[in-house]
Every structure is written in structure tokens, then in C-alpha cells.
């Protein structure tokens, strides 16, 4: 069992050694084709999406980016998608699908960007399109929160057949800041809020929200790559032999199952 608190935790899923969605797609994929632009409005350098092969396997990959530098953080928008980034995420979903490819989708925002120019261009919109297409979207989905997994920005890219959650990342409807300063107006009580959001990945795993913790022992080294590379590429492998039918049947009971298992007893 660990000694971190929750807000340890959130710190740990913020942190700026942290792996960035860019090196997921580094150190696992090979051949890495980005893709750009919605189509609609233009391109949102927040989230990085393309063509890959997990090892032998052709997929789409799509990773929100926070970046490193302070001035990648700023292009990146530090992680926070507009809508035509989440356009451009369900456009490649689209194009998995009429192609048979697998979708993987790494997961790591605080949440979706909340300036007045995103909500003109239809944030709320672009994240429910991606709610309602993901959960009939005919290819296998897989989607990793690798840091933080704030509100509905994050769950715009993990209605998924399988959800896996990193040992220290945390998903949550709110940052514990935010909740606090609701609740308490008071934003300095930020831990007692994390400790009552139960967003870490031991809760979000008895709740059923994810399927799966990734230890993070050898976090960011060969190892751990190549451990989580060889796990994607035997569950997607097992998902896509289901029949078609058999896949979105699981996929809608699984969400279908949230708020009745686990959370009415906490």
C-alpha cells in the first residue's frame, strides 16, 4: 500500500521530469506520421496525433502534449486542447475506423482550454462529438492517462475499450485547487479536496473507471516502454479478433457500469 497522500500524488502526475505524450510516441511507435488540422479551423499543437506501427501493427495515436520548455509549454497551450485539437482527434478516429486501425490515446491535461475563444468555436460541442462517436467508433480503443486527467477534457479521449491509468497520474471531474476554492473558497485547502475526490489511480481502479495500473517503477526507461509497448500490443491484438458487435456491446455495458459498482458504497 502507498504512504503518498493524494495530493502527493497529484504533485507526482504534474511534475516536470514527467514523460510528455511526445515520448510515449518516440520510445513505442515506429514510424510515426503526424497529422494535422481539423479541417474546420485549424490545427491545436496540444495535441499530437498521427499513424504508427506498434511493432508489427498499424495504428492511430493520439497524445495530448504539455511540452518541457517554458516556451513549448506556452505553443503547447500546457496541455490544454481547443476544440479543433479534439476535432482533429475524433477526424483521425474517423479514419482508424474506415481503415481498421486500433486507436491508443495517451492522456495527460489538466483540462480542456476554457478561454472565450475555444468556448466560440464550440468546446463543449467538440468534446461531447468525441463522447458519442467514441463509444460506437467500430476499431478497438485503448487509452492510457499518463499524468494528470482533468474533467472532460480528459474524457474526451478515454471512452475506450480498455482504460489504464499510470501509478502516479490522477483523473478527476476537477483539479483539487478548483474543488477547493468551490467548496471552501479557498484554494490553499487543495490536499483535503484531492484526499475527498478519490482521483488517484487505486480509487479510479476500484471504481471500475480504469482497468488497469501501470507501475512506474522504471518510469521513462527502455524497460518501461517496452513493458507498456508489449502490453498495448497483446491487449489490442485480443481486441481486435472479437466480432465487431461483441466489441460495442462491451464497450457501452462497461461505461453503463459507472456510478453502480463500487462508488454507491464509498
Not at 485549424?42 to 506501427?53: E, N, Q, R, S, W
Not at 479543433?84 to 491508443?104: I, S, T
Amino acid at each position: 500500500m502507498s504512504n503518498k497522500t493524494a495530493y502527493d500524488k497529484v504533485r507526482l502526475a504534474r511534475a516536470n521530469n514527467r514523460p510528455t505524450g511526445k515520448d510515449y510516441i518516440d520510445a513505442m511507435f515506429d514510424g510515426f506520421f503526424e497529422l494535422h488540422g481539423d479541417r474546420r479551423y485549424g490545427d491545436d499543437p496540444a495535441i499530437v496525433a498521427g499513424l504508427a506501427k506498434l511493432m508489427d501493427m498499424p495504428v492511430t495515436v493520439i497524445a495530448i502534449e504539455k511540452g518541457r520548455s517554458a516556451r513549448e509549454r506556452a505553443f503547447r497551450n500546457f496541455g490544454a486542447p481547443n476544440p479543433e485539437g479534439y476535432r482533429k482527434a475524433l477526424r483521425l478516429m474517423r479514419q482508424a475506423e474506415k481503415f481498421k486501425r486500433p486507436v491508443v490515446c495517451f492522456v495527460d491535461t489538466s483540462g480542456a482550454y476554457c478561454g472565450i475563444g475555444a468556448e466560440e468555436r464550440g468546446q463543449g460541442q467538440a468534446i461531447a462529438e468525441n463522447l458519442m462517436t467514441m463509444m460506437t467508433l467500430k476499431t478497438p480503443v485503448i487509452s492510457v492517462l499518463v499524468g494528470e486527467g482533468g474533467s472532460g477534457g480528459a474524457l474526451a479521449l478515454a471512452v475506450a475499450d480498455r482504460v489504464w491509468i499510470l501509478e502516479n497520474a490522477v483523473y478527476s471531474v476537477i483539479s483539487p485547487e478548483g474543488c477547493a476554492s468551490i467548496l471552501w473558497k479557498d484554494a490553499s485547502r487543495a490536499a483535503e479536496a484531492a484526499a475527498s475526490l478519490k482521483l488517484t489511480s487505486e480509487d479510479i481502479l476500484s471504481f471500475g473507471v480504469a482497468d488497469k495500473i501501470i507501475p512506474e517503477k522504471e518510469l521513462g526507461k527502455g524497460d518501461f516502454y517496452l513493458g507498456l509497448k508489449t502490453m498495448l500490443y497483446e491487449e489490442l491484438s485480443g481486441l481486435k479478433v472479437l466480432p465487431l458487435e461483441s466489441l460495442l456491446e462491451a464497450r457501452f455495458a462497461r461505461f453503463r457500469r459507472l456510478g453502480t459498482e463500487g462508488l454507491l458504497e464509498t
